[in-house]
């Protein structure tokens, strides 16, 4: 039996500028990997010059939409000075897709601030919010015409967390007290950059919203007398949730935008919200960073979400493998589960994949590999891996084969 997707459906894939582009040099990122001697992003893939190319392989591979971001930190590399290349290039590729067709979904923070802001104690300094807002006037006012959906803020809660209290990212704090501040200082920037979003909009039409990873949380059986699920049921809460409702109550979400990748299982802790439980008694499929893959948490994750009435996008799904066998089988399930879940009246407008191409993985470096286009970095060769014809097809006729 065929699944349809609804009509205008989103089909493509989202990229993210640290990731992809090269040569961030201006980004806090890019002094976390050399103090702690990490593998560092440097040219990366190179697309800040490839982009055209790598929107060619969106528009062959039958997308209809992309999600980019902004390098906060190439627009202000210095607190008061606007680099108005920058600028002009950030305007060539929204036109570039434009030519291509391809819709942009534009986000303005993907984990990565500028270097004086970092020094200036980034989200720990209330100030950051004037910051934020300041470089969104500027963004938003130069690609205005050409862009209908914003996104603030990709995972706030992923960042706070690896941060702030993992302190495996930067700025590599391990408390939850600056955690909480953190968090306070983005969501006042994401409804204060909403506001003004509306505001340079005037009466034409836009859509803002933040990416919102959202997990799959389920308590570990193993030896639980009831406390498992109790830290669990509290990082649920904390950890999927409680951004969302806030800015719902705030009225600053026109949409949701969701990002899944897998579920976790979760142990009590001294923690109130538990912690991850890595053992090896638990049976799922894993993907090459050993995430534990659970179909069903997609599904999950998105039913839940219709408490908010508002449309759903995916604005990240896919997996690192090693076998295309594993990137196909992960795709299809996916989809039938994404069908599935707009069948139970969850109304999803959109997928993207979790790559375009392969990118620089953070503190994993480049060994995982996300794209639908594999990337040879010796000679950054893009080469498209089978399984992307499959979601090709998938795009082309907005339909998908479902049991
Ligand atoms: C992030 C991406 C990252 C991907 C795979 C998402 O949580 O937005 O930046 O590459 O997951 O880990």
Same mark, same amino acid.
């Given at each position: 039996?065929?699944?349809?997707?609804?009509?205008?459906?989103?089909?493509?894939?989202?990229?993210?500028?640290?990731?992809?582009?090269?040569?961030?040099?201006?980004?806090?990122?890019?002094?976390?990997?050399?103090?702690?001697?990490?593998?560092?992003?440097?040219? +990366?893939?190179?697309?800040?010059?490839?982009?055209?190319?790598?929107?060619?392989?969106?528009?062959?591979?039958?997308?209809?939409?992309?999600?980019?971001?902004?390098?906060?930190?190439?627009?202000? @590399?210095?607190?008061?000075?606007?680099?108005?290349?920058?600028?002009?290039?950030?305007?060539?590729?929204?036109?570039?897709?434009?030519?291509?067709?391809?819709?942009?979904?534009?986000?303005?923070?993907?984990?990565?601030?500028?270097?004086?802001?970092?020094?200036?104690?980034?989200?720990?300094? @209330?100030?950051?919010?004037?910051?934020?807002?300041?470089?969104?006037?500027?963004?938003?006012?130069?690609?205005?015409?050409?862009?209908?959906?914003?996104?603030?803020?990709?995972?706030?809660?992923?960042?706070?967390?690896?941060?702030?209290?993992?302190?495996?990212?930067?700025?590599?704090?391990?408390?939850?007290?600056?955690?909480?501040?953190?968090?306070?200082?983005?969501?006042?920037?994401? #409804?204060?950059?909403?506001?003004? #979003?509306?505001?340079?909009?005037?009466?034409?039409?836009?859509?803002?919203?933040?990416?919102?990873?959202?997990?799959?949380?389920?308590?570990?059986?193993?030896?639980?007398?009831?406390?498992?699920?109790?830290?669990?049921?509290?990082? $649920?809460?904390?950890?999927?949730?409680?951004?969302?409702?806030?800015?719902?109550?705030?009225?600053?979400?026109?949409?949701?935008?969701?990002?899944?990748?897998?579920?976790?299982?979760?142990? +009590?802790?001294?923690?109130?919200?538990?912690?991850?439980?890595?053992?090896?008694?638990?049976?799922?499929?894993? $993907?090459?960073?050993?995430?534990?893959?659970?179909?069903?948490?997609?599904?999950?994750?998105?039913?839940?979400?219709?408490?908010?009435?508002?449309?759903?996008?995916?604005?990240?799904?896919?997996?690192?493998?090693?076998?295309?066998?594993?990137?196909?089988?992960?795709?299809?399930?996916?989809?039938?589960?994404?069908?599935? /879940?707009?069948?139970?009246?969850?109304?999803?407008?959109?997928?993207?994949?979790?790559?375009?191409?392969?990118?620089?993985?953070?503190?994993?470096?480049? $060994?995982?590999?996300?794209?639908?286009?594999?990337?040879?970095?010796?000679?950054?060769?893009?080469?498209?891996?089978?399984? /992307?014809?499959?979601?090709?097809?998938?795009?082309?006729?907005?339909? #998908?084969?479902?049991?």
């Amino acid at each position: 039996m065929k699944f349809e997707f609804p009509s205008k459906f989103l089909w493509g894939s989202s990229i993210s500028s640290y990731q992809v582009e090269g040569n961030n040099l201006f980004s806090d990122w890019h002094v976390w990997e050399k103090e702690n001697n990490l593998q560092q992003a440097g040219k +990366a893939t190179d697309h800040y010059n490839m982009y055209g190319y790598d929107f060619s392989i969106a528009s062959n591979l039958s997308h209809n939409t992309l999600r980019l971001s902004i390098e906060w930190a190439r627009i202000f @590399p210095k607190v008061d000075e606007i680099d108005q290349d920058a600028l002009e290039h950030y305007k060539k590729v929204i036109a570039e897709l434009k030519i291509k067709g391809i819709t942009p979904i534009v986000c303005l923070h993907h984990f990565t601030n500028p270097i004086w802001l970092a020094n200036e104690r980034g989200w720990l300094n @209330p100030e950051s919010i004037r910051y934020f807002v300041k470089y969104v006037t500027e963004v938003v006012s130069l690609l205005k015409d050409d862009v209908k959906y914003w996104i603030t803020f990709n995972e706030p809660l992923v960042y706070l967390y690896n941060g702030f209290i993992e302190g495996i990212w930067p700025p590599g704090e391990k408390s939850l007290n600056s955690s909480f501040k953190a968090l306070r200082h983005i969501t006042r920037a994401h #409804i204060l950059a909403y506001k003004e #979003i509306k505001r340079i909009y005037g009466n034409q039409e836009v859509k803002v919203s933040i990416a919102k990873h959202m997990r799959y949380f389920q308590p570990c059986k193993n030896f639980d007398l009831g406390q498992n699920s109790f830290v669990t049921s509290i990082r $649920n809460q904390l950890f999927n949730y409680s951004i969302l409702d806030r800015l719902n109550r705030a009225k600053t979400l026109d949409f949701i935008g969701v990002n899944y990748y897998c579920t976790e299982y979760v142990k +009590a802790s001294g923690f109130l919200f538990g912690q991850e439980c890595k053992d090896s008694h638990h049976q799922n499929k894993k $993907n090459y960073l050993d995430w534990n893959i659970s179909v069903l948490g997609f599904y999950k994750m998105l039913i839940s979400l219709k408490k908010y009435g508002l449309p759903v996008i995916v604005t990240e799904n896919g997996s690192c493998e090693v076998e295309d066998s594993a990137y196909q089988q992960f795709l299809i399930d996916h989809l039938k589960m994404l069908a599935k /879940a707009i069948n139970d009246g969850v109304d999803v407008f959109g997928y993207l994949w979790w790559s375009l191409t392969d990118n620089f993985e953070w503190d994993k470096g480049y $060994n995982p590999r996300f794209g639908l286009a594999q990337v040879d970095y010796s000679t950054l060769a893009r080469n498209i891996r089978p399984f /992307a014809f499959i979601y090709k097809k998938i795009c082309q006729e907005n339909s #998908i084969e479902i049991d």
